[in-house]
C-alpha cells in the first residue's frame, strides 16, 4: 500500500463540518458500541446513528467490516465509524487486513476508526482519514468538532449582528442629515420667494 502511494486516500476525503448522520460498524452487545452511543445520546446534538453489526474478530471480520461499508457508504453516512474496545493482540489482529485496509482506503466517505487500546496500532489506524485511541475518543471528537462548529458561527453571528446595527446607524444618521438638508433648503427657498413676492 505504500508503494502504491494510497495510505493517506482516505484521509483526503471531504468531511463535513456538521457530521450527524453516523455510520457505525462495531458489535451490538460490546462495551465499545454502548460507550459510543451513551456518549453521542448525551450530547446536546440531534445525530443519527445508522449501525451496521460486524464481527469484531474472528474469520467473518473482513466479510462483515468490509460488507458494511458497502452499506453505509451506499446511504451516505457523513462518516463512518469502525470501533472496538481492547482485547489481545491476536484479537486485534483481524482488523491488519489488506482488503478491510483496501477498501477504508478507497471509501467515498471518511472512516474513522477508534480500535483497542491507547498503546494499540494497527494497519487500519494509518490507512483511515482519522484514528483515535479509544472507542469513546472517536464519540467525544464528534461532538467536539460540532461545538467548535458552532461557537464558530456564534462569533459569525455576533459579528454580523454588530456589522447590521453599525450600518443600520450610519445609514439612519446620514438619512437624517439628508432629510435636515431639504427641509433647509426648502425653508430657504420659501423664504426667497416671500421675499420677491413682497
Given at each position: 500500500?505504500?508503494?502504491?502511494?494510497?495510505?493517506?486516500?482516505?484521509?483526503?476525503?471531504?468531511?463535513?463540518?456538521?457530521?450527524?448522520?453516523?455510520?457505525?460498524?462495531?458489535?451490538?452487545?460490546?462495551?465499545?458500541?454502548?460507550?459510543?452511543?451513551?456518549?453521542?445520546?448525551?450530547?446536546k446534538y440531534s445525530f443519527k446513528i445508522i449501525f451496521a453489526e460486524a464481527s469484531m474478530q474472528g474469520e467473518k471480520t473482513e466479510r462483515d467490516v468490509i460488507s458494511a461499508i458497502d452499506l453505509l457508504e451506499k446511504i451516505n453516512a457523513d462518516i463512518i465509524c469502525i470501533i472496538r474496545?481492547?482485547?489481545?493482540?491476536?484479537?486485534?489482529?483481524?482488523?491488519?487486513?489488506?482488503?478491510?485496509?483496501?477498501?477504508?482506503?478507497?471509501?467515498?466517505?471518511?472512516?474513522?476508526?477508534?480500535?483497542?487500546?491507547?498503546?494499540?496500532?494497527?494497519?487500519?489506524?494509518?490507512?483511515?482519514?482519522?484514528?483515535?485511541?479509544?472507542?469513546?475518543?472517536?464519540?467525544?471528537?464528534?461532538?467536539?468538532?460540532?461545538?467548535?462548529?458552532?461557537?464558530?458561527?456564534?462569533?459569525?453571528?455576533?459579528?454580523?449582528?454588530?456589522?447590521?446595527?453599525?450600518?443600520?446607524?450610519?445609514?439612519?444618521?446620514?438619512?437624517?442629515?439628508?432629510?435636515?438638508?431639504?427641509?433647509?433648503?426648502?425653508?430657504?427657498?420659501?423664504?426667497?420667494?416671500?421675499?420677491?413676492?413682497?
Amino acid at each position: 500500500l505504500t508503494k502504491e502511494g494510497i495510505l493517506k486516500k482516505n484521509a483526503q476525503v471531504y468531511l463535513p463540518a456538521a457530521a450527524l448522520k453516523i455510520g457505525l460498524i462495531s458489535s451490538k452487545d460490546s462495551a465499545a458500541y454502548h460507550d459510543f452511543v451513551k456518549t453521542l445520546f448525551d450530547s446536546k446534538y440531534s445525530f443519527k446513528i445508522i449501525f451496521a453489526e460486524a464481527s469484531m474478530q474472528g474469520e467473518k471480520t473482513e466479510r462483515d467490516v468490509i460488507s458494511a461499508i458497502d452499506l453505509l457508504e451506499k446511504i451516505n453516512a457523513d462518516i463512518i465509524c469502525i470501533i472496538r474496545g481492547g482485547g489481545s493482540q491476536a484479537d486485534l489482529a483481524w482488523f491488519d487486513n489488506e482488503n478491510i485496509a483496501r477498501r477504508v482506503i478507497n471509501c467515498s466517505a471518511p472512516i474513522w476508526v477508534g480500535i483497542g487500546h491507547e498503546i494499540d496500532v494497527g494497519v487500519l489506524d494509518v490507512v483511515a482519514h482519522s484514528a483515535h485511541k479509544t472507542p469513546t475518543a472517536v464519540a467525544e471528537t464528534l461532538i467536539t468538532r460540532l461545538d467548535e462548529l458552532s461557537a464558530s458561527i456564534e462569533v459569525a453571528h455576533d459579528r454580523m449582528k454588530h456589522n447590521t446595527e453599525r450600518m443600520i446607524a450610519l445609514q439612519e444618521s446620514s438619512l437624517q442629515r439628508n432629510v435636515q438638508a431639504i427641509i433647509n433648503g426648502l425653508k430657504n427657498y420659501f423664504t426667497l420667494v416671500e421675499n420677491k413676492i413682497k
